[in-house]
């Protein structure tokens, strides 16, 4: 069985920062593409940035060079440094991980998220 747990989600005032974590853990062979996506109520969970196998890094426009991911493969952790962050930024984060584990072939598996306000 494989879990992905999210941590350090919290309420930040704008132009702050916070740093998202993600642990996979479970009987894991191997961990492919690394991602986080956010959701906010009534609109469809977007792509925020994805790291690869070999640490390219892509992100998504709204971004603006104010975020950062990054991975320790050998902790299975993906982290998502977020600087200048602005109020648009509230929402729900998502932890995402392609890999393979025993029992499961090569698949995608999703965390429950952490909330991230960024409020006056």
């Known amino acids: 069985q494989v879990t992905l747990v999210e941590s350090g989600g919290g309420t930040v005032q704008p132009g702050g920062s916070l740093r998202l974590s993600c642990v996979a853990s479970?009987?894991?062979?191997?961990?492919?593409?690394m991602a986080w996506h956010r959701q906010t109520p009534g609109n469809q969970r977007e792509l925020v940035a994805v790291?690869?196998?070999?640490?390219?890094?892509n992100y998504a426009d709204f971004v603006e060079g104010r975020f950062t991911i990054s991975r320790d493969s050998a902790k299975n952790t993906v982290y998502l440094q977020m600087n200048s962050l602005k109020p648009e930024d509230t929402a729900v984060y998502y932890c995402?991980?392609?890999?393979?584990?025993?029992?499961?072939?090569?698949?995608?598996?999703w965390g429950k998220g952490t909330l991230v306000t960024v409020s006056s």
């Open positions: 790291i690869s196998g070999t640490s390219a890094t």
């Open positions: 995402d991980t392609e890999l393979e584990a025993v029992g499961t072939g090569r698949w995608h598996f």
């Open positions: 479970g009987s894991i062979f191997t961990i492919y593409t």
